[in-house]
């Protein structure tokens, strides 16, 4: 497969396609004399520039009409190997055709871009010890593992909270489909977040595992992909793009807390690892496994119709308690801080204990609301939040675009006490320094995190008892299972559950019950306060009673009711422009030409601004695009993305199935 000197020495031709959105191939001719294999990358001029590309054809003869002269040379081939796979290019086609993109800009969200190979192979992550072994299964675990090896192609959720069990059930599942002779998949949402988990399966694995993340420099991505062509590795665990890797024969695809959003791309193609997965079991005959202590709403409408099997993991093998959610109202409460947990925080530290403080990643800090009563203004077409622009003095939606004036008295209860609201880390940092200027404290976030060894510096404080409270964002949950820890407060539970999007409700349910359900674990002694605006809200009563099934019967009959997914299908269009009304024209152009030719069940919502309206100097606006189901919704708009000339400085971007109207 490697370079090859051609038989007859002749000219050969390469079909090549580029990272581009033009969706075809290009001829060029190989180097005299060599042969380059489909699957390899070579640089050649695109127009007047060089450019990367990927050998997806080779031909004898010159294109139809052209001279063998007229056809350009390419500048040099980039590889000796082929990067494909034995799938590749009809997986590409296929997430070209599903997520609206060209096969060129498939092949690039799939495949490695490094040049060259480190010549050291260093272990892809760390040292690891020597083989982990695995335990003896409890009596759910061994049904739950029968039921996943019963079927060489099925598909099975292993719903269960964290501490159940659940990562020893996919290793033993990966055990089995590698003895069967069949390669494996393990993959996880953000490696930063999951790391016993990758560790755990390179400990089981040695060197027959790939690991696959973001923070691998392009050439060790590269040379753990030719591991993985080359079959000496054959068990993969990895976050999103994982997905892609080139296993052959796979027998099993794991995918860890399925519910992640990061499992989404937020960028173009925007496919969903969990989708490309259901793709390649079927193709490939895999078995397919999610497993998660808070499923999507997608996958618990699959359980409860019966057409995906759910396997219940009730125990907690590591030990640890159902934890104690304690809810306090914010209602009337002046400070981010409230007296309720101001008071646990100085009873933790007169007893020489640690806390937490976990605020939202993503909180909208503009929602306007009743700070009496907690009530929120939402958008009398689309039951949507309504977006506070303080600018502008008006209340958005960010779905359908109505827009109307900020109420002077609250339409629930009459109070004048009406505003916006929201607090973020650095609100929070000033008031615990001002009220508790005894206590330490340190900060995990974004910031923190961009720092080269900085979120390793601050947990090793915080497990050696140097810093009393630790505050930020997702990343906070690493410092869960140290011993010291006593009190885990969630900051504003609300900050989700007010963004202007359909999967609030579910995305503030899994956050709060999943880092309950991680205190549970890890600090069983201690106990949870929950600061709210809507203590009586659904969400947070099931959330702190840690009732899934109850959140979720409530939760679809409002999605079903509302024509939400999994009850309907969206695709997004998202237009940026320098120029706003760039951007309103593209948009209301092409909401015009989609009212033509979508199905008669579709509808169109928008065009509006997105919430986060302007980015890096950028106006965004969309046009959201709903069906019952995706068949025709996706023909059509494919058919008008082919046709739809954007005016001059107006850039469009497609969302299928999006997680996020953001
Ligand atoms: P989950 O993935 O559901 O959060 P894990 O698989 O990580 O749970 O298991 C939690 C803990 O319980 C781990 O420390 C693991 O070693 C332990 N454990 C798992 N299965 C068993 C078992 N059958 N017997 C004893 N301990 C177990
Ligand atoms: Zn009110
Ligand atoms: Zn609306």
């Not at 002779?181 to 399966?201: K, M, N, S």
């Not at 999507?296 to 219940?312: F, I, K, Q």
């Not at 093998?317 to 934890?323: E, I």
């Not at 986060?612 to 058919?639: D, W, Y």
Request: positive net charge; aromatic residues 8%; hydrophobic residues 40%.
């Amino acid at each position: 497969m490697s370079l090859q000197p051609s038989e007859d020495g002749g000219p050969a031709f390469l079909e090549v396609v580029f990272p581009i959105p033009l969706d075809r191939a290009f001829t060029y001719r190989a180097p005299p004399g060599l042969s380059v294999p489909v699957g390899c990358r070579v640089e050649a001029l695109l127009g007047t520039r060089k450019a990367a590309g990927w050998v997806v054809g080779q031909a004898r003869t010159p294109p139809e009409g052209l001279e063998e002269g007229a056809v350009k040379p390419i500048l040099r081939p980039l590889d000796t190997e082929p990067l494909f796979g034995p799938g590749t290019p009809e997986l590409a086609a296929w997430l070209a055709g599903m997520y609206l993109c060209s096969r060129g800009e498939a092949l690039a969200a799939m495949l490695p871009s490094g040049r060259r190979e480190p010549s050291e192979p260093s272990p892809p992550f760390e040292d690891y010890p020597p083989l982990g072994r695995s335990v003896t299964l409890s009596s759910e675990q061994e049904f739950a593992l029968s039921r996943i090896l019963a079927d060489p192609s099925g598909r099975k959720y292993l719903y269960g909270t964290t501490g159940s069990g659940k990562t020893e059930v996919f290793l033993q599942a990966a055990e089995a489909t590698l003895k069967e002779g069949r390669g494996v998949l393990y993959l996880v949402p953000e490696i930063a977040l999951t790391r016993q988990v990758v560790e755990a399966v390179s400990r089981r694995f040695g060197d027959r595992c790939a690991v696959l993340h973001s923070g691998l420099s392009p050439s060790r991505r590269l040379s753990e992909w030719r591991r993985i062509l080359s079959g000496k590795a054959d068990v993969v665990v990895g976050a999103r793009s994982a997905v892609f890797a080139p296993v052959a024969n796979l027998g099993l695809v794991v995918i860890d807390e399925e519910h992640e959003g990061s499992y989404k791309s937020g960028s173009s193609p925007r496919y969903h690892a969990r989708q490309v997965a259901m793709k390649r079991c079927a193709d490939e005959k895999a078995r397919l496994v999610l497993g998660s202590a808070t499923p999507s709403a997608e996958a618990w409408s699959l359980m409860s119709e019966g057409s995906l099997e759910r396997l219940n993991l009730t125990r907690r093998l590591a030990g640890g308690a159902p934890p104690v959610v304690e809810i306090v109202d914010m209602r009337g409460e002046g400070q981010a801080l409230s007296r309720r947990l101001a008071e646990e925080l100085a009873r933790v530290k007169s007893e020489g204990g640690q806390s937490i403080l976990f605020l939202n990643r993503r909180g909208f800090s503009y929602f306007f609301r009743c700070r009496s009563c907690g009530a929120e203004i939402r958008c009398r077409h689309c039951s949507v939040g309504l977006t506070y622009h303080k600018d502008r003095n008006r209340l958005l939606c960010h779905y359908c675009g109505y827009s109307e004036a900020p109420p002077r008295a609250c339409p629930d209860c009459g109070s004048l006490d009406v505003g916006w609201a929201g607090f973020g880390t650095e609100r929070v940092e000033e008031e615990l320094a001002a009220r508790f200027p005894g206590l330490s404290t340190a900060r995990l976030d974004a910031d923190t995190a961009a720092r080269k060894g900085e979120t390793a510096r601050i947990l090793d404080s915080f497990r050696d008892g140097k810093i009393d409270v630790l505050l930020g964002t997702q990343m906070v949950a690493k410092g869960l299972n140290f011993p010291g820890v006593k009190l885990v407060g969630i900051v504003l539970a609300d900050t989700t559950l007010n963004l202007p999007d359909f999967r609030a409700a579910e995305r503030t349910f899994s956050l709060v019950v999943q880092v309950a359900g991680r205190a549970g674990r890890f600090v069983p002694d201690g106990r949870v306060i929950l600061q709210t605006f809507r203590p009586e809200s659904p969400v947070m009563r099931f959330a702190a009673a840690q009732d899934v099934e109850g959140f979720y019967a409530a939760e679809l009959a409002a999605r079903r009711e509302l024509g939400f997914p999994p009850y309907s299908r969206i695709i997004r269009v998202v237009f940026r422009s320098r120029k706003a009304e760039r951007a309103w024209e593209g948009a209301r152009n092409f909401a015009r030409a989609a009212a033509r030719i979508l199905p008669a069940d579709a509808e169109i919502l928008g065009p509006a601004e997105c919430p986060i309206a302007a980015m890096a100097g950028t106006f965004r606006l969309h046009v959201v695009l709903r069906a019952p189901s995706m068949g025709g919704l996706h023909r059509s708009v494919s058919g008008l993305l082919r046709d739809f000339e954007p005016p001059p400085d107006c850039r469009l971007e497609t969302d299928v199935d999006p997680v996020s109207l953001l």
